[in-house]
């Protein structure tokens, strides 16, 4: 089945410590996203990719990072530098020349 | 003045009843418009598009007012099964979606 799909469902994160998201898609899609929810918020944009080897910042992209060295394939980064590190992480594609998106079934980072 | 405004809710409603909420955007130049449904710790899915002409998809009905900024979605005859945050979604046009934070329907026996 086609699909995205996010790995681990929850992450535990030290002080200190890198941690990284993965978000895989096998729907040939070409724009992936990476999303942060915070409890009764909204989706906030962190970093964006149109195309492979290449990606922009979001809204909130301080203290994190990400690749797109694969089309399907755009893992995250949560660095040090992120100090608040705690929220719902979401991946989402998008087929080129097409609106909806689709998401993964989110990361749960928490702190230790 | 955020992007793309939603009234959080909770928006409290017996089964059967109807009930709307409004999204406001605050860039003239947005483009094209979404309603996606989120349940509780899970990933937002697709509900509808919103088109300039309005649209209904069974018991949803949504409706773009360009000239207020605004769009709208209508639930009728509502089931259990809508509670859950509906969140408002707004293009620019380059494919980079601002998401407003979503209003909470609790739909009660």
């Known amino acids: 089945d086609g699909g995205i799909t996010q790995s681990p469902k929850y992450l535990f994160r030290k002080e200190g410590q890198n941690v990284t998201l993965s978000c895989e898609q096998n729907?040939?899609?070409?724009?992936m996203y990476w999303y942060r929810q915070d409890p009764g918020q909204g989706l906030r944009l962190i970093y964006y990719?149109?195309?492979?080897?290449?990606?922009q910042k979001g809204d909130i992209a301080e203290g994190y990072s990400v690749s797109r060295e694969k089309k399907e394939s755009f893992p995250l980064t949560v660095t040090s530098a992120q100090k608040n590190p705690t929220a719902f992480y979401l991946c989402?594609?998008?087929?080129?020349?097409?609106?909806?998106?689709?998401f993964g079934s989110g990361t749960q980072l928490s702190v230790l | 003045r955020k992007e793309v405004e939603q009234d959080p809710g909770p928006f409290n409603v017996p089964e059967g009843a109807t009930v709307a909420f409004n999204c406001t955007y605050s860039?003239?130049?947005?483009?094209?418009f979404f309603w996606y449904r989120q349940d509780c710790r899970k990933e937002p899915k697709l509900l509808m598009s919103v088109y300039s002409s309005g649209n209904e998809d069974g018991r949803f009905t949504a409706q773009l007012n360009r000239a207020s900024q605004y769009i709208s979605l209508l639930i009728r005859d509502s089931k259990l099964s809508d509670s859950a945050t509906y969140l408002c979604v707004v293009n620019l046009g380059s494919y980079i979606p601002t998401f407003g934070r979503g209003t909470s329907l609790i739909v009660h026996p």
């Open positions: 729907l040939n899609h070409d724009a």
């Open positions: 860039n003239s130049a947005s483009q094209s």
């Open positions: 989402a594609s998008r087929l080129a020349g097409e609106e909806k998106l689709f």
């Open positions: 990719s149109q195309i492979v080897n290449d990606f």
